[in-house]
């Protein structure tokens, strides 16, 4: 009886009961686009930064990445392989013989990092062949090197020219090889573009003295929301002497910006609530000073103060869930569209997001956990305000009420 006298008296007066959904309805559909948004820029940056060249997570000898020299290398067993493949969320597993050397091509000499990669996988983690923009791509065992295009500009060398490598090998003999280039590559990261170079990892091995070593074995996996699971899982099944890190250890920099980003987010959904409740709000008032005269000779007449402030709680709750779920039914389009078809940025912006490797766009996700939540804070909010005109009915009074 409540319930269907509650419904009766929202559509009584059609048009209020419409603007006050349409207030509700705009606040879920407002607050869902910003969090997507929020979520899918955060997202895209990970994305960028893990396939720019760290990968999700890395595997080292313990203590490597304190000093990366390659008395810190570990042996690539199939022991190790068969541990990393255990892992459900595992998408490639890339292992790296990386050293810094002098290259020289004539007289130029310049300091550089030398990575030797098995290229199929390196290729599933980074998109290594991508990146390419002259020459040819590396082969399992190819002989030849891949350089960076800042670094082959500065050496003056083009694809066929012949380098000098010489470093320290793994027992501390020097390590010298000659290496024809076979490829050029472009990174947007002007640090990597400077001073790259890429051998097979057989070559590499060789070069060092080093067979079958490796320095690192990055990882990337399906899930974000799964990176410490998997670290955490990895470790467990990991013998003691290996250390694993993520992109998130790795890069800490990387994180702050978007602890920084958030905080700053949190204060703009902040304000954005607290637009949204002056709107619940304003619509609130305006439905209770409209039925002040009825409330009033309701009372006058012998109804109970407290029945007619649970009808008129039933009422708001009917009209705020009503309200969330058609700015649920908005804002679902609204984010497909804008993650399909991301904000794409241009001029100098776009360019200086190019130079650094990343996509010049501003993308959102259908993350379910978004609607459900954004839908839920506005429901709350909307019950919470919907208090106010029942404890100003409860201290109503009738003669005065119906007078206005």
């Known amino acids: 009886m409540l319930l269907t006298l509650a419904w009766r008296n929202i559509w009584r007066n059609r048009n209020r009961s419409l603007i006050t959904m ?11 686009l910003t969090a997507a948004l929020q979520k899918g820029v955060f997202d895209n940056l990970i994305h960028n930064v893990v396939s720019l060249y760290t990968g999700h997570m890395q595997i080292h000898e313990k203590g490597y990445w304190d000093e990366q020299i390659l008395d810190n290398a570990f042996l690539m067993n199939d022991t190790l392989e068969q541990q990393v493949n255990q892992l459900e969320e595992l998408i490639a597993a890339a292992p790296r013989l990386e050293t810094f050397s002098l290259i020289s091509s004539g007289e130029k000499t310049k300091g550089a990092l030398v990575i030797g990669v098995a290229p199929e996988a390196e290729n599933r983690l980074t998109n290594l062949q991508g990146k390419l923009v002259k020459g040819d791509f590396l082969k399992e065992n190819d002989k030849n090197a891949l350089l960076a295009e ?13 380098i000098v490598l010489l470093a320290q090998g793994f027992y501390g003999s ?28 057989p070559t590499a091995q060789t070069w060092l003295d080093a067979p079958g070593m490796a320095t690192t074995l990055a990882l990337t996996i399906r899930n974000d929301d799964a990176l ?7 470790k467990n099944i990991l013998p003691a002497h290996y250390e694993v890190l993520t992109w ?39 439905m209770l000073a409209e039925r002040q005269r009825e409330f009033g000779m309701l009372v006058s007449l012998g109804m109970q103060k407290f029945k007619i402030a649970r009808m008129l709680l ?5 009209l705020t869930l009503f309200g969330c779920l058609a700015g649920v039914a908005l804002s679902l389009p609204a984010t497909w569209y804008l993650t399909v078809h991301p904000i794409k940025f241009t001029g100098e912006l776009a360019k200086v997001y190019e130079q650094f490797g990343f996509e010049a766009i501003f993308p959102a996700t259908m993350d379910p956990a978004i609607f459900i939540n954004q839908t839920l804070v506005v429901l709350v909010l909307g019950l919470v305000l919907s208090m106010y005109p029942v404890l100003k009915l409860l201290k109503l009074d009738p003669v005065a009420a119906m007078r206005r």
């Open 314 to 318: 039933v009422e708001s709750v009917l």
């Open 228 to 234: 410490h699971q998997t670290a955490a899982d990895l």
């Open 174 to 201: 020097t390590a010298a090889g000659k290496f024809a280039i076979g490829g050029l590559l472009h990174f947007g990261s002007p640090e990597l573009n400077g001073q790259v170079v890429y051998l097979s990892l």
């Open 150 to 162: 800042g670094l082959a500009e500065k050496l003056k060398v083009v694809v066929g020219d012949t």
């Open 22 to 32: 349409a207030s509700i309805a705009s606040a879920v559909l407002l607050a869902v």
């Open 248 to 286: 998130e250890d790795m890069m800490p920099e990387i994180v702050q910006h978007i602890k920084t980003d958030t905080v700053g987010m949190y204060i703009m959904i902040g304000v954005l609530y607290l637009i949204i409740a002056f709107g619940i709000f304003s619509t609130l008032l305006m």
